[in-house]
């Protein structure tokens, strides 16, 4: 009592506490909570007392109540994030202390929260609201069983190499309708899915391997989707060469523009000069590629050129040392060079499909794969293919 008399609120609150008075202390909390002119010190008062005070004396309710309101204060005044989830999470809290279910569900369900404010609401009584959430608590389960569903058949298709169906999948579960339909972080788990596999597609004109045949060193393999390239030492060209003489764009090997005709090699003006079996190319001139050929580049750098498949599925392979590359005239599957297991590959944007017919089996990432399914390819892709006629492992590097 001296201590009160003197206006130590706090302290005299603490011996009543001790007491077991927790109505009488309650009241000096509150006294001495008026008495703090800060928000921060109120907050401080209170929140010691709650800790200490119950809600089952109208003082302690009345303590919770003034707490609840005082971090609703906080709330208002914080930007969102964590920190004003906090002062609403623990104003909440202090609401059901108060016996104030039915605002407490409130708060909850600003959290979305919604289990919280389900319990709160039927503390309350307050049975119309409770069934409306109990509606939409339903509707989310299903939204979440729905949406493992999903992720165990995307990760399945992901492992098969159907990564055609994943995106698919995938972007369906990222529409705006899902996401305002299903609060869930599963559908932040499907947008982070999406952008890791779009970022993995290959360029639509242009695919990358490394082929690696038994007892022999990888092959790196480009294969072009395009009218043409740009042989020459050009940082930009598609085949980049080095030499003395040669120039930044040295020459441009096109692909034909009818079924039945050849592919065409044409110097661009080079200052070292072009030679296709060693007869001299005229700049400008195109030079059909009917059979295999040697071309020189100057003095130095030589390449053989390779024409190979049919009318609908025509390419011209050029190896140039341990390099080749592939210019495909179309999006028709094409078989690639002949030390390889038979398979093709088929560009249709945005995927690169892989079809290994003629395989006896087929890993991808170590995991077997029933042939002759097609997959779509994915940069770091990594398969091993084996056929009667020999394996290879190919690795997609871009």
Do not use: W
Not at 72 to 79: D, K, M, R, S, Y
Not at 111 to 137: F, H, K, M
Not at 151 to 176: C, F, I, K, P, Y
């Amino acid at each position: 009592m001296e201590l009160e008399q003197r206006g130590e609120h706090t302290l005299a609150a603490r011996v009543f506490e001790e007491l077991g008075e927790e109505g009488q202390a309650a009241s000096l909390r509150l006294e001495a909570a008026d008495e703090a002119t800060a928000l921060r010190d109120r907050l401080k008062v209170l929140r010691e007392g709650a800790s200490r005070i119950g809600g089952d004396t109208a003082q302690g309710r009345q303590l919770h109540a003034s707490l609840a309101k005082a971090l609703l204060v906080a709330a208002t005044g914080t930007p969102p994030g964590a920190r004003r989830r906090g002062f609403l999470f623990e104003a909440a809290q202090a609401l059901e202390s108060a016996q104030e279910a039915e605002r407490a569900g409130q708060v909850y369900e600003e959290l979305d929260l919604l289990e919280q404010a389900a319990a709160a609401y039927e503390s309350a009584g307050a049975i119309g609201r409770l069934e409306v959430l109990l509606t939409i608590l339903e509707r989310r389960r299903s939204h979440r069983e729905y949406a493992d569903d999903v992720a165990n058949q995307v990760a399945s298709l992901l492992r098969d190499g159907r990564r055609l169906l994943a995106r698919d999948l995938l972007q369906r579960m990222t529409s705006e309708a899902y996401r305002l339909s299903a609060k869930d972080a599963r559908a932040h788990d499907f947008q982070r899915h999406l952008a890791e596999l779009e970022s993995r597609i290959t360029h639509p004109e242009r695919l990358t391997l490394r082929v690696t045949l038994p007892n022999t060193p990888p092959i790196p393999l480009t294969i072009f989707l395009r009218g043409s390239i740009i042989v020459g030492r050009a940082p930009d060209a598609h085949i980049q060469v080095s030499g003395p003489g040669l120039s930044r764009q040295h020459l441009r090997i096109s692909r034909p523009a009818a079924a039945d005709a050849a592919f065409t090699i044409t110097d661009l003006g080079s200052r070292a000069g072009t030679f296709l079996d060693g007869a001299p190319v005229q700049a400008g001139h195109p030079e059909s590629i009917k059979l295999a050929a040697e071309l020189s580049l100057g003095m130095g750098e030589c390449m053989t050129l390779i024409p190979r498949g049919s009318t609908t599925s025509a390419h011209l392979e050029v190896r140039e040392r341990a390099r080749r590359f592939i210019l495909t005239r179309s999006d028709v599957a094409f078989h690639p060079v002949d030390e390889f297991p038979t398979f093709s590959l088929k560009f249709e944007a945005p995927f690169v499909h892989f079809l290994g017919h003629s395989l006896r089996s087929l890993e991808l990432h170590g995991q077997a794969l029933a042939p002759p399914s097609a997959i779509q390819l994915l940069r770091g892709d990594r398969l091993r293919l084996r056929a009667e006629d020999g394996d290879a492992e190919v690795e997609v590097l871009g």
